[in-house]
């Protein structure tokens, strides 16, 4: 367990895991100090009697008392109080996930949305393995649907853009997600052998979430901590998390398995930095440094020209201005990457411009 200190001198809790209710638990987090919540609220599944596969065996569905509520208006109720109360603690760059059924994450989107919520996406997570519909009366339910909000519009919240494109064979990551459900040995039991959690979430999820919208060190809060999903994999990233649950029962099975969980070592925990975050370099630096000379010829690659000049700008036979404003010119577009755009010359070869660029960045990270 360790503490840090938040804005106003208070110490955050960090690596626990708090006994109770989610919102009284929250209300006495300092404001403002944590950077992401994943929650995964009860669904209100609203279940009328058992459920029975063909053969008559009774399937472990969710039919707990934290998933019980008397009425559409109490269940709104409680989301709108949690929803409040995690706004609150969240810093003013920070985002939430909420993961729902079609039970209730229309509800809970409309009530994001209500508190002040910006949604950035709704991510459908399609279950590769899901339970099949034994009733055969519905299509199987093979999708859970997530809500990614910044705590408001205009909030300058963590996105991996790169890091998830390389975790997607260097493809842009998309909105649907297709991972298994927890099966085999990620899927904890009780000392009876049955499931210690009903709705225990894959650790690939969080995995996936985490890399996308946290760094090292950042702090990652869960209301409904359940058996500690988010506790392990934040652990094992490298983030320190706050859990929050009120069944004893659940916190006991969280507790020992974040205990087993080996945080990965520095080097592992780096992952792949946005172009956005990188610092800026102006093509004038690279003028200055004598990488390139006033006069150098840079060529398209459809082998327009352009030259450069002493101030950092380029000259062709119609245009002058920015690497970019001068290749948009040269390509009668709206904008251009001249980065990418402009190439020069060395030893017969031709070597985009951005090579360069990168040559100075290595030299001050």
Known sequence: M????ARGGDTLPLNQILAGDCVAAMNGLPEASVDLIFADPPYNLQLRGEL???DNSRVD???DAWDQFGSFEAYDTFTRAWLTAARRVLKPDGAIWVIGSYHNIFRVGAALQDAGFWVLNDVVWRKSNPMPNFRGKRLTNAHETMIWASRSEGAKYTFNYDALKSLNDGVQMRSDWVLPICTGHERLKDENGDKAHPTQKPEALLHRILVASTNPGDVVLDPFFGTGTTGAVAKMLGRDFIGIEREETYRKVAE???????????DA??????KRAEPRIPFGQLVERGLLRPGEVLVSPRGKTAK????GTLVSADSAGSIHQVGAALEGAPSCNGWTYWHFTKEGQRIPIDVLRQQIRSEIS
């Open 2 to 5: 360790t503490s840090k200190t």
């Open 269 to 274: 925990l780096v992952v792949t930095s946005s």
């Open 52 to 54: 029975h596969r063909p």
């Open 256 to 266: 020992a398995r974040i205990a087993r969980v080996r945080k990965l070592d520095r």
């Open 308 to 311: 450069v000049r002493a101030d």
């Open 61 to 63: 569905a969710v039919d």
